[in-house]
């Protein structure tokens, strides 16, 4: 008696589940299938190998500084320079971002939760506006140059430059760094720093010996968090760097937009592929150096 | 707070609000001008709210994203309340596997790969065109419904497991014990959710847009759209409204969470007493 009524209760559990489970088979799983699949395929659906090796070996002249033209892979090129960006910007989010998630753990309760509020407000405003506003702040004749030469100064040209779409990375992500370290940073317990002190630490090796090893999960969370969206971004490059630099989500933008969907695809899935081995990579570095190789 | 940490905040707070101040401020500005403050004015609030296509697009985000909540906060809640209760270590680690996907693939590529399957499968049925207000509510269930489950699954864990079996041991069909005992519990955590969902929906670009068609265009759409050419300070005002609509959603949400708050630290103080 007990046995079968213990099971029926399982069997109303597995039925609430069972919508979710279908739903995530079919447009989440399936769709994932259907990058591969697309991404191997021609036009008429047979197999190929094509899309994947024009990733690899397609070539373009490409204009230098001097005005000379030599012959690039664009498509390596265009992922090595998305990769260096969102490289960039997520240390610049580590950098800038960690001493704000430390200041807001070590302030008062009613401090920290104001300050919390604060970082998440720019969040709110859509993220295409939050671009465009950098756009009119940074450009030739906008609010920075006009200070700039009211004061009598010369005006800076950052529109266009890879500095101004690291800017607008590194200001669309920053609170995606910033909370995760400091969710962990405000539970550590205060007796270990206290311990440390103690033991002979002083303020900095406090900070690099103790602090720094434990918030190592909110950091692994917070680069993936920065990384992830920094790497895949199309509107922010178009924008601030004035369509001068192709980035890899502008590719498959591109290639979508041309009704390339294959290619599309196949971009879709080399970078796929290599976001899960690089994030696979920094898991098993932070864990390493958090344990000690343990 | 030492001077030099309130320094860096500030520095770091100031470089966060630029922009959103000089939307605000922008968005009253007499010229069409986005550099330089020649008076105030509401011209562009007017203008707003003369444009119709705005206002449709506005409209038709606001039915996407209820509809989006409502479905992936139902789906969401029964799968929690489902995956609670799971014995199967193998079914309970392929759930949190799919929950992960959608948070963690890169919005281009979950708006890419549920665009190829809606191409695919519209041209199996002889469509030109497969993309319309459907495919995009899908898409939205799909990224929202995970947020709702981690809204929900921490209050189910934290709930004390003996209430929902006394009510039944009290003669409660599972059924009832669900609805009068562990709905009410994890409320919180379901309204955060639906907020939370209602929020991502309102906001979402890059999904949407690949996802998109038939000419139902939502507002990040349009906005995308609108700056592909020069901007005026009418989509400055769109933002200030919306970014106030948001901060008062979320500011409720808040509000939601600290009452919980509130009480579970009261109940546990009762609790310790007895």
């Given at each position: ?15 609430a ?46 204009i ?19 990769l ?7 240390l ?39 671009t ?18 009211k ?15 690291i ?12 909370l995760?370290?400091?969710s ?16 002979g ?10 602090v ?14 920065v ?21 890899i ?8 937009v ?13 970078l796929m ?10 898991k ?11 | ?7 860096y ?43 119709r ?23 969401g ?39 190829l399957?809606?191409?695919f ?15 995009m ?19 189910l864990q ?9 009510a ?31 929020t ?27 700056t ?24 409720i ?12 630290s009261?109940?546990?103080?009762k609790?310790?007493?007895?």
């Open positions: 008696m007990k046995k079968s009524c213990i099971s029926r209760t399982q069997g109303t559990y597995r039925a589940l069972a919508p979710y489970s279908v739903w995530s088979l079919l447009f989440v799983i399936v769709p994932l299938v259907f990058v591969a699949y697309y991404a191997f395929t021609d036009n008429s659906f047979s197999f190929t190998t094509e899309n994947i090796t024009r990733f690899f070996t397609a070539t373009s002249n490409m230098q500084d001097d005005g000379t033209t030599t012959e690039v892979r664009t498509y390596l090129l265009i992922f090595g320079r998305s260096k960006l969102a490289v960039i910007s997520t610049a989010c580590l950098v800038l971002g960690y001493p704000i998630a430390y200041i807001m753990a070590r302030a008062k309760e009613k401090t920290q939760k104001t300050m919390v509020t604060l970082i998440m407000i720019p969040m709110w405003m859509n993220f295409l506006i939050r465009y506003a950098w756009m009119t702040i940074l450009q030739d004749t906008g609010i920075i140059n006009g200070i700039l030469t004061v009598g100064l010369n005006p800076i040209h950052v529109i266009g430059s890879e500095t101004a779409v800017i607008g990375m590194v200001y669309d992500y920053f609170p995606y760094m910033v995760p370290i400091y962990i940073l405000a539970k550590l317990d205060v007796k270990l720093l206290e311990a440390a002190r103690d033991l630490c002083g303020t900095v090796s406090v900070l690099r010996r103790v720094f090893p434990l918030s190592m999960p909110g950091v692994v969370s917070g680069i993936t968090m990384l992830i969206p920094s790497i895949s971004t199309f509107y922010i490059s178009q924008k601030l760097g004035n369509g001068k630099f192709f980035l989500g502008d590719a498959i933008e591109g290639q979508y041309a009704n390339n969907l294959h290619f599309a695809a196949a971009i879709a899935f080399i592929l290599i976001l899960l081995v690089g994030m696979a990579i920094v098993y570095v932070a864990a390493k150096y958090v344990y000690g190789g343990e | 707070m030492k001077l030099s940490a309130k320094i905040s500030a520095i770091i707070f100031g470089f966060l609000f630029a922009p959103i101040v000089v939307l605000l401020i922008f968005s009253f500005n007499e010229s069409k001008s986005l550099s330089v403050f020649s008076g105030f004015s509401w011209k562009w609030y007017e203008e707003l709210l003369r444009d296509n705005t206002l449709e697009s506005v409209k038709n985000t606001l039915v996407l994203a209820a509809s989006a909540t409502v479905i992936s906060t139902v789906m809640t029964l799968a929690a309340v489902g995956i609670n209760k799971l014995r199967s270590k193998w079914y309970r680690a392929a759930m949190n596997t799919v929950t992960d996907i959608p948070m963690t693939n890169p919005d281009i590529i979950t708006g890419i790969s549920l665009m399957m809606f191409v499968v519209g041209r199996l049925f002889g469509a030109s065109t497969s993309l319309n207000f459907f495919t509510l899908i898409a939205h269930v799909a990224f929202c419904t995970p947020y709702v489950i981690l809204q929900v699954l921490p209050k934290q709930m004390d497991k003996a209430l929902p079996e006394a039944m041991d009290l003669g409660c069909t599972p059924m009832r014990a669900f609805l009068k005992v562990e709905l009410p519990e994890i409320m919180p955590g379901i309204i955060t959710g639906a907020i939370m969902a209602f991502l929906s309102l906001d979402d670009f890059v999904i949407s847009y690949f996802t998109s068609g038939n000419g139902f265009e939502t507002l990040p759409i349009r906005i995308y759209g609108m592909k050419k020069t901007v005026t300070p009418k989509m400055y005002a769109l933002a200030t409204i919306i970014f106030f609509v948001t901060m008062a959603l979320l500011l949400s808040n509000f939601i969470d600290n009452e919980d708050r509130k009480r579970l009261e109940v546990r103080k609790n310790k007493k007895s």
